[in-house]
């Protein structure tokens, strides 16, 4: 297991499957829900929830990018 830490000083754990999304987005800058199969979706969605990744939605799209906060 790896962790992310934020900038408040604190961290957070996060698995394999977490972190190679967390790289392929960082990588990309965003990425569209739709680009993402329905497990990462889950993933990502799970992400959101550790404040990891931020969700946002524009012109009837939703995409994931990684939060301002979080330093991987």
């Given at each position: 297991?790896?962790f992310?830490?934020f900038?408040q000083?604190y961290?957070t754990?996060?698995?394999?499957e977490?972190?190679d999304?967390?790289?392929?987005?960082a990588?990309?800058g965003?990425?569209?829900k739709?680009e993402?199969?329905?497990?990462?979706?889950?993933?990502?969605s799970?992400l959101?929830n550790?404040?990891?990744l931020i969700r946002q939605r524009?012109?009837?799209?939703?995409?994931?990018?990684?939060?301002?906060?979080a330093?991987?």
């Amino acid at each position: 297991m790896r962790f992310v830490e934020f900038k408040q000083g604190y961290n957070t754990y996060v698995s394999g499957e977490e972190t190679d999304l967390i790289e392929a987005i960082a990588k990309r800058g965003q990425v569209f829900k739709s680009e993402l199969s329905e497990r990462e979706q889950k993933v990502a969605s799970n992400l959101t929830n550790k404040s990891i990744l931020i969700r946002q939605r524009t012109d009837e799209k939703i995409y994931y990018k990684l939060s301002n906060q979080a330093r991987t």
